[in-house]
């Protein structure tokens, strides 16, 4: 066994569980962009509703989740499948450069506009001179 | 002709030689196959191309496809032979509302049964689409009754 394992590497390796797809989390597409006066974030979140959506920020983790609204009929039967069931989570790291009470977010037919202002603290700033 | 997409070996040539067993290549070689088969139907919105779920019930079929970011202005659905085509178009716009690019995005779907084309009915919400496809009733067995003269 301790040959075969040598040359075969994977044999070693535990086996690992199923992924169950209600559990767990996909990660969006997005679109970040940056101008002088701060950040705007593009994020595609197909069928979350507004009420399913919780943007949260805590200690410079900024957490988008959204939650699909949709469920399957019972009498539909999938033929084929290529989405995925499982809910939306993107969790963006900043390092306090963003003014969050000045957040402003629009959700419109899926796709999330997220304005991220720069804190007054980190904006290019033009000194006088005395 | 198959295409299979190009993906750099960083695990084989990352590898430090004296771990490196004939198997390691092979096994990083059949990950990469899994990975470019697979892969796209991971990803929400893939270039061009987004995912779309077939379904039926007893009456109907449905199609149900992601499209975020789309109006129902922007959407365009047809059916030939057969065949449904989702046309769509996504509007990249910069902070004033100006529209700077457009992509478009194309799907066909093979329906499976026979429909009632002019029945196809459609609805939008957020961001998904689903078309209702209303199944053709089968051709019901007629009773005709032959006078004999």
Do not use: C
């Not at chain 1, 705007?40 to 509703?49: H, I, R």
């Not at chain 2, 499209?67 to 059916?79: A, F, K, S, V, Y």
């Amino acid at each position: 066994m301790t040959f075969l394992q040598s040359i075969v590497p994977g044999l070693s390796r535990p086996a690992q569980p199923a992924k169950v797809e209600t559990d767990s989390k996909l990660r969006p597409v997005l679109n970040l962009r940056e101008d002088e006066h701060g950040y705007n974030l593009t994020v595609f979140l197909p069928g979350v509703p507004k009420e399913n959506l919780e943007i949260t920020d805590h200690d410079g983790r900024l957490t988008i989740a959204g939650r699909r609204a949709w469920t399957q009929p019972k009498e539909w039967t999938a033929l084929y499948r290529e989405t995925s069931r499982a809910n939306f989570e993107l969790v963006l790291h900043h390092e306090g450069d963003i003014d969050v009470e000045k957040i402003n977010a629009e959700l419109k037919d899926g796709r999330l506009h997220l304005m991220l202002p720069k804190a007054e603290a980190v904006k290019p700033r033009k000194i006088a001179i005395n | 002709m198959t295409l299979v997409r190009y993906i750099h070996p960083r695990t084989t040539t990352l590898a430090p030689a004296f771990s490196r067993t004939p198997w390691l290549g092979l096994e990083s070689d059949i990950n990469r196959l899994f990975e470019t088969a697979l892969g796209d139907f991971n990803s929400p919105v893939f270039e061009h191309r987004f995912p779309v779920d077939l379904y039926e019930d007893k009456d109907n079929n449905y199609v149900r496809a992601e499209l975020p970011g789309l109006t129902r202005e922007d959407i365009n659905i047809e059916m030939v032979e057969g065949y449904l085509t989702i046309n769509g178009d996504r509007k990249v716009t910069d902070d004033d509302g100006k529209v700077v690019e457009t992509i478009s995005l194309s799907r066909s779907i093979s329906i499976p049964e026979a429909i009632v084309a002019d029945k196809i009915t459609a609805a939008f919400e957020h961001g998904i689409l689903t078309v209702t496809l209303p199944k053709r009733e089968e051709v019901k067995p007629k009773k005709v009754t032959i006078a004999i003269n």
